[in-house]
């Protein structure tokens, strides 16, 4: 098991962006690979974005694609996510997540063995 821990959250008006980091710990981080999904109030948790163990592999919601960046840097067991041109619809809370191998179809919360305990972001119009 890999802990994470989310920071970076914010108000941020439209337009505007921010960046998201989770921070792991415990088992080897470089070797899994992790995701970010997110839940707004009253809806399902759902996939953002994942990347592989060495960072060459990603995928992204159509939602996302061209507007976040996911990335990892192993030698500090950190991933982050870049929003730009974030929207109000993008507000939510945003938790990370590990699971053993990558995968492109790895897109439901059940897909991921361990999770943060979520950072909110907030868009205003």
């Known amino acids: 098991q890999v802990q994470l821990v989310e920071s970076g959250g914010g108000l941020v008006q439209a337009g505007g962006s921010l960046r998201l980091s989770c921070a792991a710990s415990?088992?080897?981080?470089?070797?899994?690979?992790m995701g970010w999904f997110r839940q707004a109030p009253g809806k399902e948790r759902e996939f953002v974005a994942v990347i592989s163990w060495s960072g060459d592999n990603t995928h992204y919601a159509d939602s996302v694609k061209g507007r976040f960046t996911i990335s990892k840097d192993n030698a500090k067991n950190t991933m982050f996510l870049q929003m730009n041109s974030l929207k109000p619809e993008d507000t939510a809370v945003y938790y990370c997540?590990?699971?053993?191998?990558?995968?492109?179809?790895?897109?439901?919360?059940?897909?991921?063995?361990?999770w943060g305990q979520g950072t909110q972001v907030t868009v205003s119009s």
């Open positions: 415990g088992r080897t981080f470089s070797t899994y690979a």
């Open positions: 997540a590990s699971r053993l191998y990558y995968s492109s179809t790895a897109v439901y919360p059940a897909d991921f063995g361990s």
